[in-house]
């Protein structure tokens, strides 16, 4: 018998946007993402409709699409009363938003069928400077990593079409041991595990971006 949890979480929103000036500076982004309505196709590089203007570090085949749980936001808004209005679905960028999948319950690796697309989670999301002025607050980045509300994105495994009222289904759970708050912790955390970076430097479902990441660390923490 298969030991794999029986987890089929419903989608509150599939959301997409186009590029628009962020913040004070005008820095083109596409952070601000709106639920839509109807279907959308699900491709190896993203969502139909979609736009990132960074292209170097959003997008692409290894973050396609972003998930973040809803329930982060009820969090945010309880931490940060001022800036209430811009907690909602869509805020922090991303395509998948959910309630009852968390960073402790997802793992890396985890292979999920959405409507007619079968999904990937290749890596956690690291925050970037857009946050700071998405919430024109300096120390959003620094919230976002210390809390481990990052979110994470996926690889398209099959490409679909998936839209709103679309449940996400697990087909395959090949790492139960990399749950994506523990990858955080080895990848970025203050304490230098050099076995659990070495298994990440040579894990091929992480992403290559973070299996270099992990090869720079181990490096980094010197010998034994």
């Known amino acids: 018998m298969s030991d794999l949890p029986e987890l089929c979480i419903p989608l509150l929103a599939l959301n997409a946007g186009r590029v628009r000036p962020l913040g004070r500076e005008g820095l083109p982004s596409g952070i601000d993402k709106r639920p839509v309505e109807g279907a959308l196709r699900i491709g190896l590089t993203g969502l139909a409709g979609d736009e990132q203007a960074d292209r170097q570090h959003h997008g692409g085949p290894d973050k396609a699409l972003h998930h973040y749980p809803a329930e982060h936001y009820d969090r945010w808004r309880a931490e940060l009363p001022d800036r209430a209005a811009l907690f909602h679905i869509g805020g922090f960028g ?4 959910t309630r009852g999948l968390t960073e402790e319950s997802a793992c890396l690796g985890d292979v999920w ?4 697309a079968v999904l990937q989670i290749s890596q956690g999301r690291q925050p970037c400077r857009r946050l700071d002025l998405r919430f024109d607050r300096p120390d959003m980045v620094a919230r976002v990593r210390e809390s481990g509300r990052s979110g994470w994105y996926y690889r398209v495994v099959e490409e679909g079409a998936a839209g709103p009222g679309d449940v996400l289904v697990l087909l395959e ?4 041991e990399w749950p994506l708050d523990r990858l955080a912790r080895v990848l970025f955390g203050a304490q230098r595990d050099r076995a659990a970076l070495g298994i990440l430097a ?10 270099e990441r992990a090869a720079r660390r181990l490096i980094e923490s010197g010998p034994d």
């Open 202 to 211: 040579g894990l091929p479902r992480l992403s290559a971006g973070w299996r």
């Open 113 to 116: 069928r959405l409507g007619g």
């Open 94 to 97: 991303e395509n998948l938003s």
């Open 173 to 176: 759970r090949p790492h139960p």
